[in-house]
């Protein structure tokens, strides 16, 4: 009797690192921003389209470029995983979670404005990383916690701007982050055989003898 093989996936399973974290949580926020910024106007009874939208999206491999001095801006960037182990799941998948900070500058004509903004800002990203907590899809989440909030009035980029920095703090927790049963079998051979290129079976032979026949 010939049997044909399930779908098999990549022997490698995913291989998951903290920019890649970095980039999903940017991607959501740049996808929802416009939608909760006008929502957040009708809520405070604001002109449609007056809320000011990010000049610049950064996170931590882009924060040296001409885009940090674009106002406002948010930038993205995780310090590593929590105090807690990565943890083993029984299937051989791990999960981990990773602390994630989403830093805003902002600027407005005056103390207070610039004190508010950064404040609205805040709570936008907040509203957007607590309501999708999937992200963008390019990684598994399982869980987004809101972490933390802080706000620095005091902050000062340049003498001639009024200028507040904000910071919104999550952990997130993503599952198949690395797999310990995975990976080929086989010698290695990086040139002919990565990923789903690797042999699979195509058809399995299987002799059944029957008794008392």
């Known amino acids: 009797m010939t049997v044909a093989p399930t779908a098999t996936p990549d022997v490698f399973f995913p291989i998951v690192d903290g920019g890649q974290v970095e980039h999903a949580v940017s991607q959501v926020l740049q996808d929802w921003f416009l939608t909760y910024t006008r929502e957040l106007e ?3 009874g604001m002109e449609r389209d007056s ?3 990010p000049r610049a999206w950064l996170t931590s491999d882009e924060t040296q470029r001409e885009g940090t001095h674009q106002i406002p801006s948010i930038v993205v960037v995780s310090t590593g995983l929590n105090a807690t182990p990565p943890a083993a799941e029984g299937d051989g998948r791990y999960r981990a979670a990773w602390i994630v900070g989403v830093g805003v500058f902002t600027s407005a004509n005056t103390r207070r404005d610039t004190n508010t903004l950064s404040r609205q800002y805040s709570a936008i990203i907040r509203a957007i990383m607590l309501q999708k907590q999937g992200l963008d899809g390019s990684i598994v989440v399982n869980q987004v916690r809101w972490m933390d909030e802080s706000y620095n009035d005091t902050f000062q980029f340049t003498d001639e701007q009024t200028i ?12 198949s982050v690395v797999h310990r049963f995975a990976g080929p079998v086989g010698p290695p051979d990086p040139d002919t055989q990565p990923g789903e290129e690797w042999p699979k079976v195509v058809t399995i032979d299987i002799e059944v003898d029957q008794e008392g026949g």
């Open 164 to 175: 507040s920095f904000a910071q919104v703090i999550f952990e997130i927790e993503v599952d």
């Open 51 to 53: 809320f000011p939208q």
């Open 42 to 44: 009708l809520q405070r």
